[in-house]
Antibody
Framework: QVHLQESGPGLVKPSETLSLTCSLS??????????WSWIRQLPGKGLEWLGY???????HYNPSLNGRLTMSLDASKNHFSLKLSPVTAADTAVYFC???????????WGQGSLVIVSS | QSALTQPASVSGSPGQSITISCTGT????????VSWYQHHPGKAPKVLIY???RRPSGVSNRFSGSKSGNTASLTISGLQAEDEADYYC??????????FGGGTKLTVL
C-alpha cells in the first residue's frame, strides 16, 4: 500500500521560499504512469492542483502560479519536493502531495501539511 | 483550464440518496474522464470514482458515478453519518492540467 507523507516548515515569511517534501513508502517513485503532484487547499476554499513531476524529471505547473513553482525528485530517497517562491499571505494553505495516475485520477494522497505565510 | 461547478452544499437524511453534480465547459464531456474524491477535514482525500463511473476496490458500492454531456454526477445511496464530508470532482479534459470543482459539503441530517 502506497503511503505519502508531507514534511516541511509550518511557517514561512512573506517573500521567502516555501519548501515541502513528500516521502513515499510502499512503492517506487520510478513507477511509470505515476505523476507525483502537489495540490493545495486555501482556507475555506476548494482544491487547487499546483503541478506534477514525472520520474524522468518532466514537470508541468499550474499557469496560475506565474512561474513561482519548482518541483524536484530524488529517486535515491524516494521523495519529491516543492519550492514556491516568493510567497505571500495568499499562499497560506494546506498542501497535499498525491499521485496522479495516467492523468486520470489521484490515487494516493498525503494527509496534508498546513503552511502559514506570515511575518 | 476551465472551472468545474458544484453545488456548495447538499444534505440528506440517513438512508436517503443524494446526487452531487459537476458541470463544466471543456472539462466534462466526451474527451475527459471525471474522478470524485471524499475529504474529511484533517485527513487525506480519498478517491471514490475514477474514469467517470469506475469504483476502486474497497470503496462502498453505495457510491456511484455517471456522466451525461457536460455534467458528471456522484450519487450516494443509503446515506450514513460517516458520509458527511466534502466532495470534489476533478477532470483534465484529456490534457496534462487537472481542474477540481469547488467542492460540495454534504451534511447528513
Amino acid at each position: 500500500q502506497v503511503h505519502l507523507q508531507e514534511s516541511g516548515p509550518g511557517l514561512v515569511k512573506p517573500s521567502e521560499t516555501l519548501s515541502l517534501t513528500c516521502s513515499l513508502s510502499g512503492g517506487s517513485i520510478n513507477s511509470g504512469g505515476y505523476y507525483w503532484s502537489w495540490i493545495r487547499q486555501l482556507p475555506g476554499k476548494g482544491l487547487e492542483w499546483l503541478g506534477y513531476i514525472y520520474y524522468r524529471g518532466d514537470t508541468h505547473y499550474n499557469p496560475s502560479l506565474n512561474g513561482r513553482l519548482t518541483m524536484s525528485l530524488d529517486a535515491s530517497k524516494n521523495h519529491f519536493s516543492l519550492k514556491l517562491s516568493p510567497v505571500t499571505a495568499a499562499d497560506t494553505a494546506v498542501y497535499f502531495c498525491a499521485v496522479w495516475v495516467n492523468w486520470y485520477y489521484f490515487d494516493y494522497w498525503g494527509q496534508g501539511s498546513l503552511v502559514i505565510v506570515s511575518s | 483550464q476551465s472551472a468545474l461547478t458544484q453545488p456548495a452544499s447538499v444534505s440528506g437524511s440517513p438512508g436517503q440518496s443524494i446526487t452531487i453534480s459537476c458541470t463544466g465547459t471543456n472539462d466534462v464531456g466526451s474527451y475527459s474522464l471525471v474522478s470524485w474524491y471524499q475529504h474529511h477535514p484533517g485527513k487525506a482525500p480519498k478517491v471514490l470514482i475514477y474514469e467517470d463511473d469506475r469504483r476502486p476496490s474497497g470503496v462502498s458500492n453505495r457510491f456511484s458515478g455517471s456522466k451525461s454531456g457536460n455534467t458528471a454526477s456522484l450519487t450516494i445511496s443509503g446515506l450514513q453519518a460517516e458520509d458527511e464530508a466534502d466532495y470534489y470532482c476533478c477532470s483534465s479534459a484529456g490534457s496534462n492540467t487537472p481542474s477540481f470543482g469547488g467542492g460540495t459539503k454534504l451534511t447528513v441530517l
